[in-house]
């Protein structure tokens, strides 16, 4: 987030305070907007790196994907394979990134990042 707001031109403040904004109304609406369209893709990827270690830790009592995958096959009901259960939580982690991801390319695409 810093990056993004130090991205933002010295010459868009100047221009607010020319004008006669204040400090809340040039943060909120000039500065914050530019530096949002500057950080949305390392914000999405930080989301999908996070989304991914919540399985690495054991600290959250909360059930995870993979915990969900062990506590299906130790039921007796299951009829399965264990290979099934761990290519559905695979699965399961790619999609969710994969839509992550499509979703950013579409923000990106509509604020248009990356175009001039």
Excluded: Y
Aim: hydrophobic share 55%; no cysteine.
């Amino acid at each position: 987030m810093r990056g993004g707001l130090q991205s933002v031109p010295r010459g868009q403040v100047e221009a607010a305070e020319a004008v006669g904004l204040g400090a809340l109304t040039i943060t909120f609406w000039i500065v914050l907007p530019q530096a949002l369209r500057t950080v949305i893709p390392a914000l999405v990827s930080q989301l999908i790196s996070l989304w991914k270690d919540t399985t690495l830790v054991a600290i959250i009592g909360a059930f995870d994907l993979l915990r969900v995958a062990q506590a299906t096959q130790a039921q007796p009901e299951f009829r399965g394979t264990p290979h099934e259960v761990f290519l559905f939580a695979a699965l399961m982690f790619w999609l969710v990134a994969f839509t992550m991801s499509r979703l950013s390319k579409r923000l990106e695409g509509t604020l248009g990042i990356g175009t001039r």
